[in-house]
């Protein structure tokens, strides 16, 4: 069935001799004003991404030219010694990994998912987001840190991310001639916070400031600052969502806003949320990595149509020990498993394939073979697509760009899982 939001109200009648008599209250459906919340959400995301295509555009332009520059001197043998080589091959190494990363982040942004309330390290997002702002922003804006301790709060990651961008984008604006924006973490004990809000129920609140030297506001315009479509801002420079959207998810953490600005001054935003102690759900990964060889003399199943990464894939497992048999579609894929059945051990595949992708290729092999496996990689999938898939036979998704290392490792933890059953 679907889900129904409701705002529900009651208070107790009482006789003289306090005893209950009856209750009175209202019942409201409130399913239709979420939704709508959800879309506003969603569009002001996109429209975020919008504003940061350029700077992104810029700072992957710089990769691509990091790579090609030092591919380019390996190729035409203008690098003699050893050490220079080894030092173009490190750089290009951490273009990709720097490229990788921007990728993510933008995915982390975007994605489509139910809100996901969990223990969230404050310093760990903020620094996510300025890693991100720093290299699309114009040079002329500078980061200013001020974190203090790890605080934890209970909140939906990619929600804070969104007020975090609005924030910033809206410093950003205020500076056209630069500027700095000071992002700061602090600690406030609930009981005085009360005093200002009387529905402040934690013991203790975590503020983070977002500060700017831009042009700063007036009174009549602090006051209307978190309306809807309200925007100081040019016809062309955004739809004035963005605060509105602040609001919103500050106050749906159970938080508060407030905004300190003057003409000339400058502005700051203190978001204030609920402290949350539970930290068990903080996964930290101490697992060291290996270099070690990681060797196999199973058969895998390529499935790819990129023929640059047939070649990286097909020498990646044969010279591990592995046996491979290609395929560069979905439906040839079907036909190698069908003809090969018994034989093939695990299915390496794309998601975006021709003529029919990965995924349908994958569910019609399974029909012919239901102990069918799979190793999925792909530079994103939606989570419930995420999840049916891993419900249905695909053992891991990897997240392109992958190292041979990640391949092998993964390609041989899997085989060595369904050896043991």
Known sequence: GNTVYIIENAIGIFDDDDNLTGIRGYIFNNTERKHLETQLLHFQKMQGIGTLAGGVAHDFNNILSIIKGHATLIQTGKIDKTVDLNSSVQSIHQAVDRGAQL?????????????????????????????????????????????????????????????????????????????????????????????????????????????????????QTRERLFEPFYSTKQRNQGTGLGLSVVYGIISSHFGFVEVESEPGNGTTFSLYFPQTQNEEEIVVDNEPKTEKPILGNETILIVEDEEMLVD???????????????????????????????????????????????????????????????????????????SQMI????????????SPLDILKTVREILDKKASK
């Open 391 to 402: 419900d249905n036979g695909v053992e891991k998704i990897i997240q392109k760009p992958y």
């Open 103 to 219: 990728v993510e982040q933008i995915l982390t942004f975007a994605r489509k998912a139910d809100i996901d309330f969990k223990a969230v390290n404050v310093g760990s997002v903020i620094q996510e987001i300025v890693s991100l702002l720093s290299g699309t922003f114009p040079r002329t804006i500078d980061f200013n840190l001020k974190l203090t301790d790890a605080y934890f709060i209970r909140a939906d990651q990619g929600q804070i991310h969104q007020a975090l961008l609005n924030l910033c984008i809206n410093a950003r604006d205020a500076m056209q001639t630069g500027g700095t924006i000071t992002i700061s973490t602090r600690l406030v004990n609930g009981e005085q916070l009360k005093l200002k809000y009387p529905d402040a129920q934690a013991d203790k609140y975590v503020v983070i400031d977002v500060a700017d030297n831009g042009t700063g506001m007036d009174e």
């Open 312 to 386: 990286l894939l097909s020498a990646t497992f044969e010279d591990s020990g592995y046996s491979i048999l290609v395929a560069r579609d979905g439906l040839e894929a079907i036909s190698t498993y069908q003809k090969n059945i018994g034989k093939i051990d695990l299915i390496f595949s794309d998601s975006g394939l021709p003529r029919l992708n990965g995924w349908e290729a994958f569910n019609r092999i399974r029909q012919i073979d239901p102990a069918a496996r799979a190793v999925f990689a792909s530079g994103f999938f939606e989570p419930e697509v995420r």
